[in-house]
């Protein structure tokens, strides 16, 4: 009786730090980086390492009017200052960085490549995401925004429309924020 008393206790334990880990492993969100390629950029990098990789192939530069005093875009060097990414710093470490995919005018290029996005997350390891929208208002244009949150990634998918104008626009971007 004494041994299977024992047995059943050892087994409690065991289960218990079982069960234990893998709330652990459920809780803990993974670490997440953004890949300009070639560049990979993480959380927590000095800025001047992340402006110095990133200039040996793009144009950064300083971005008024960013959510972070201290933000910068990223452009591509050759043809014209098409704004591919954007970063944001505090106290000279990377806290936040948006990379923009380029979609074309159709209904499919959107869905594909926010499913190619989730995809992503989901095999970086990403698969406890809430899902949210919402409008903006400015005083030239109206903004539907979905916002797809999963710890320190993400994705954003806005449509802007001009008020006053026929001219409506959609952008995707993967999201990198320290939470």
């Given at each position: 009786?004494?041994?299977l008393?024992r047995?059943?206790?050892?087994?409690?334990?065991?289960?218990?730090?079982a069960?234990?880990a893998?709330a652990?492993?459920?809780?803990?969100?993974?670490?997440?980086?953004?890949e300009?390629?070639?560049?990979?950029?993480?959380?927590?990098?000095?800025?001047?390492?992340?402006?110095?990789?990133?200039?040996?192939?793009?144009?950064?530069s300083?971005?008024?009017?960013?959510?972070?005093?201290?933000?910068?875009a990223i452009?591509?060097?050759?043809g014209g200052?098409?704004?591919?990414?954007?970063?944001?710093f505090?106290?000279?470490?990377l806290v936040?960085?948006?990379?923009?995919?380029t979609?074309e005018?159709?209904a499919?290029?959107?869905?594909?490549?926010?499913?190619?996005?989730?995809?992503?997350?989901?095999?970086?390891?990403?698969?406890?995401?809430?899902i949210?929208?919402?409008?903006?208002?400015?005083?030239?244009s109206?903004?539907?925004?979905?916002?797809?949150?999963?710890?320190?990634k993400?994705?954003?998918?806005q449509a802007?429309?001009?008020?006053?104008?026929d001219a409506?626009?959609?952008?995707?971007?993967e999201?990198?924020?320290?939470?």
């Amino acid at each position: 009786m004494k041994s299977l008393l024992r047995l059943l206790a050892v087994a409690a334990v065991i289960a218990a730090q079982a069960i234990c880990a893998a709330a652990q492993k459920k809780t803990t969100s993974p670490a997440g980086d953004l890949e300009f390629t070639p560049v990979r950029i993480s959380l927590g990098m000095p800025k001047n390492r992340v402006i110095a990789e990133l200039s040996e192939d793009f144009d950064v530069s300083p971005w008024k009017g960013g959510d972070i005093e201290d933000s910068w875009a990223i452009s591509q060097k050759s043809g014209g200052q098409f704004v591919v990414g954007q970063l944001g710093f505090v106290s000279g470490v990377l806290v936040g960085a948006s990379k923009f995919w380029t979609i074309e005018d159709s209904a499919y290029d959107l869905a594909h490549t926010v499913s190619l996005l989730i995809d992503q997350l989901h095999n970086e390891g990403f698969t406890h995401c809430g899902i949210a929208t919402r409008k903006e208002a400015a005083p030239k244009s109206e903004s539907d925004i979905l916002t797809i949150d999963c710890g320190q990634k993400g994705i954003v998918v806005q449509a802007d429309q001009l008020r006053g104008k026929d001219a409506k626009f959609a952008e995707v971007r993967e999201t990198l924020w320290a939470r």
